[in-house]
């Protein structure tokens, strides 16, 4: 093995190292979600924390012409278009970002958080509207908090 070798090995190591200091503050900011009540897993909760969870709804996807012209086509969200209904945790003074929630699939959403008020919105859409943020929750331990959330994307 000569220089060349070791130094592509290094820089390899270095690589890899950055790229998992990088994937794990990614994962810190964004939390994935199983729902408890739709899904397979429950979160893990303290004596001190409460659960947040809910759901989202995302329509119309199609406009009246393309369900007319394309009576066969499928005119309802994609995983894709509940992901992208980021749901936003803030502390109460509405600035401080706790957790920023991306729904499954079916657009459901539960989390665990430690009890305490919290704001929560979501990124509002340039057309259309969202129903059922902002708001403000409490958060109490054995008391789900339960939201329903709507993303009205404006297509008519």
Known sequence: M???HI??????????????I???SIYKKYTYITPSEFGTSTPITTKTEGILQGSVTVGPVCTKE???KYPTFSCLPTPEMYAAAHVL??????KTLVKTIIPD??????????EG?????????????TKGVPTTVTIVHAK?????LDVDTGLR
């Open 22 to 24: 990088i994937g794990s």
């Open 89 to 94: 945790v803030y502390m109460p003074d509405k």
């Open 144 to 148: 789900p908090v339960t939201l329903k």
């Open 117 to 129: 008020e919290y704001f929560i919105d979501m990124i509002h859409q340039r057309m259309g509207g």
């Open 66 to 68: 393309i369900k007319e």
């Open 2 to 4: 000569n220089t060349k």
């Open 105 to 114: 699939g079916q657009g459901k959403f539960s989390i665990a958080l430690p």
């Open 7 to 20: 130094i592509i090995i290094v820089g390899a190591i270095v690589v890899i190292g950055l790229l998992g």
